[in-house]
T-cell receptor, first 115, second 113 residues
């Protein structure tokens, strides 16, 4: 069974600085998708960034980028120029074409941004 | 805007009293999912519908049921809520079972008293 591990329950960053959230996963599949979701307190979970495993190029969305290391099964999220609005719980998630499209989540990393 | 809407946002129910949570979508997505998220934990999949086909996770308690009367609506029924069922319930949709990410609703926070 696939598993996703986020080893940092909490992280803190100064406004305007850069922070990296870690995620590792375990799978025997070769084709899959990885995601980072953001969940602000009492608010909707939204997609931050997505990576297809067959793509070697790391995904980037504005201030958010990933470092995808397929062989190491690592998928970290870098947030540049951190803003107060980035404060939230961040979930790393795995999805394959099997298992009914099920999203498997890590335990989450609570990110706080200091002004 | 196309979206996933969950009602109500907050629900308080009595121990053992049946409760229904609703989810609607305007995305015309084929798949609808229900996740349970307890405090400070990762969301856990309860079940999903692919069109009219219902798929239950092996470890979902029998106390949880679901209905999807049409493409747009999906309901989560908890037949006899216990204190341990207090959680945030997230509805999500995806176009199909392959690849893409989900669109989530805002969730319903269920309190059992």
């Amino acid at each position: 069974a696939q598993t996703v591990t986020q080893s940092q329950p909490e992280m803190s960053v100064q406004e305007a600085e850069t922070v990296t959230l870690s995620c590792t996963y375990d799978t025997s599949e070769s084709d899959y998708y990885l995601f980072w979701y953001k969940q602000p307190p009492s608010r909707q979970m939204i997609l931050v960034i997505r990576q297809e495993a067959y793509k070697q190029q790391n995904a980037t969305e504005n201030r958010f980028s990933v470092n995808f290391q397929k062989a190491a099964k690592s998928f970290s999220l870098k947030i540049s120029d951190s803003q107060l609005g980035d404060a939230a719980m961040y979930f790393c998630a795995y999805r394959s074409d099997n298992q009914g499209g099920k999203l498997i989540f890590g335990q989450g990393t609570e990110l706080s941004v200091k002004p | 805007d196309a979206m996933v809407i969950q009602n109500p946002r907050y629900q308080v129910t009595q121990f053992g009293k049946p409760v229904t949570l609703s989810c609607s979508q305007t995305l015309n997505h084929n798949v609808m999912y229900w996740y349970q998220q307890k405090s400070s934990q990762a969301p856990k999949l309860l079940f999903h519908y692919y069109d009219k086909d219902f798929n239950n996770e092996a470890d979902t308690p029998d106390n949880f049921q679901s209905r999807r009367p049409n493409t747009s609506f999906c309901f989560l029924d908890i037949r006899s809520p216990g204190l341990g069922d207090a959680a945030m319930y997230l509805c999500a949709t995806s176009r199909d079972l392959l690849g893409g990410g989900y669109t989530f609703g805002s969730g319903t926070r269920l309190t059992v008293v």
